[in-house]
C-alpha cells in the first residue's frame, strides 16, 4: 500500500487540527505538514514535499490561498493541490484551476469523498463539488437558461 504524503493548509486551527485528526486515522495517509498562512504553506510544502496539499482559499486574505497554490505549483509541479474551502463562487472557483489546483471542495464535503479526492489527487485525478462542476459547465457552455443550472 503506497502512503499518501499530505500537507493541510487552514487559518482555523480547530478545522485544520480536526482534519489533521481524521487523516492520521487512515491508514494510507500520512500528515507530514500543516499552515495556516500562505507564506508557511510555500516553506512547509518546500521541505516536506507532499503528494497531496488541501488548501484553503481565505488565509490572510481571500486570494492568500491562490497565491499560495500557484507558488507551490511553481516549485513542486508533482504535489496536487485540493482547494478545500467554504467558498464557491467564480471569482474564486476560476483562479483557483489557473494557479494551478486539481480538484476543488466545499468545506460540507463528506469525509469518505475528501478521502476518495485525495486518493484520486495522489493519482492525478480531479475531483469536484457538485456546486463547483455546475459553475465550471455553466461558464464553459454559457449556459443562461437551463433549469439544471
Known amino acids: 500500500m503506497t502512503i499518501i504524503r499530505l500537507m493541510t493548509v487552514d487559518d482555523h486551527p480547530v478545522v485544520r487540527q480536526g482534519i489533521i485528526s481524521f487523516l492520521n486515522a487512515q491508514k494510507n495517509i500520512e500528515v507530514v505538514a500543516e499552515a495556516n498562512s500562505a507564506e508557511t504553506a510555500i516553506k512547509e510544502a518546500e521541505i516536506h514535499q507532499p503528494d497531496v496539499i488541501l488548501m484553503d482559499l481565505q488565509l490572510e486574505n481571500k486570494r492568500s490561498g491562490i497565491e499560495a497554490t500557484e507558488k507551490i505549483k ?3 509541479p508533482n504535489s496536487e493541490v485540493i482547494i478545500l474551502t467554504s467558498y464557491h463562487q467564480d471569482d474564486c472557483i476560476f483562479p483557483a484551476f489557473s494557479a494551478g ?15 476518495n479526492a485525495i486518493v484520486k489527487a495522489a493519482n492525478k485525478q480531479s475531483v469536484l463539488s457538485p ?3 455546475k459553475r ?9 437558461q437551463n433549469p439544471l443550472f
Open 136 to 144: 465550471l459547465l455553466k461558464q464553459h457552455f454559457n449556459i443562461k
Open 131 to 133: 456546486i463547483v462542476a
Open 74 to 76: 511553481q516549485q513542486l
Open 101 to 115: 489546483a486539481l480538484s476543488y471542495l466545499v468545506k460540507d464535503v463528506d469525509p469518505a469523498e475528501l478521502l
